[in-house]
């Protein structure tokens, strides 16, 4: 599968930006999708995601109540809806697939358990 995210930009900090990620190749119920992010000097951490079945969603505690996970089935897209921007979220966010054999639950907030990612979509958010 190629995963593509789109939507990144600048923001003033209280704003708001959709993300959206678009699959090709497999539909998206086939991967637990996911995303991810990298600020300026730090390492890639966790966002968000979908379980396996898709029916559960998880956040990192720095996005819970702001960030809100979606999917499209049938457009192959997933989305970010992330709302109270923060200085503190300027990064690069990538969205991801696990195939099966899917990692088990507790590797869901691992990068290390996603097999496919998506050239990174820049958010800035301007204080």
């Known amino acids: 599968v190629q995963l593509q995210a789109s939507g990144g930009g600048l923001v003033q900090a209280g704003g708001s930006l959709r993300l959206s990620c678009a699959a090709s190749?497999?539909?998206?119920?086939?991967?637990?999708m996911g995303w991810f992010r990298q600020a300026p000097g730090k390492e890639r951490e966790f966002v968000a995601a979908?379980?396996?079945?898709?029916?559960?969603?998880y956040y990192a505690d720095s996005v819970q109540s702001r960030f809100s996970i979606s999917r499209d089935n049938a457009k192959s897209t997933m989305y970010l809806q992330m709302n109270s921007l923060k200085p503190e979220d300027t990064a690069v966010y990538y969205c991801?697939?696990?195939?099966?054999?899917?990692?088990?639950?507790?590797?869901?907030?691992?990068?290390?358990?996603?097999?496919?990612w998506g050239k990174g979509t820049l958010v800035t958010v301007s204080s």
């Open positions: 190749g497999r539909t998206l119920n086939s991967y637990r």
């Open positions: 991801a697939a696990d195939s099966p054999p899917f990692a088990i639950t507790s590797m869901i907030r691992s990068g290390s358990s996603y097999d496919y």
């Open positions: 979908f379980s396996k079945s898709g029916g559960n969603t």
